[in-house]
Nanobody, 123 residues
Framework: QVQLVESGGGLVQAGGSLRLSCAASGGNSKYASMGWFRQAPGKEREFVAA????????YYADSVKGRFTISRDNAKNTVYLQMNSLKPEDTAVYYCAAARSWYFATETDFGSWGQGTQVTVSS
């Protein structure tokens, strides 16, 4: 089991930027695809971005494409989510997740989750 700890959330004005970090420990996280998900109040958790184990492939939800960038540093066992041009609708708790292997297709393929970090974007 991989342990994940997110950091970097906070309050920012619309148009601003934040960088989330996710430190992984245990398991074989460096060989697993990693992802970021978010859950806004009253809404279901949704996919934000994912990155392959090598970092060579990245995937984004349409709502964040062009504004968010996911990256990873396997030497540091850390995954990042750079969020630019933030909008009030980006307000949510952001969760880091590790897939069970290099493969993922849906949220159910992610077996380890962090505790979440709050991102609040004011208008």
């Amino acid at each position: 089991q991989v342990q994940l700890v997110e950091s970097g959330g906070g309050l920012v004005q619309a148009g601003g930027s934040l960088r989330l970090s996710c430190a992984a420990s245990g398991g074989n996280s460096k060989y697993a695809s990693m992802g970021w998900f978010r859950q806004a109040p009253g809404k279901e958790r949704e996919f934000v971005a994912a990155i392959s184990w090598s970092g060579g492939s990245t995937y984004y939800a349409d709502s964040v494409k062009g504004r968010f960038t996911i990256s990873r540093d396997n030497a540091k066992n850390t995954v990042y989510l750079q969020m630019n041009s933030l909008k009030p609708e980006d307000t949510a708790v952001y969760y880091c997740a590790a897939a069970r292997s290099w493969y993922f297709a849906t949220e159910t393929d992610f077996g380890s989750w962090g505790q979440g970090t709050q991102v609040t974007v004011s208008s």
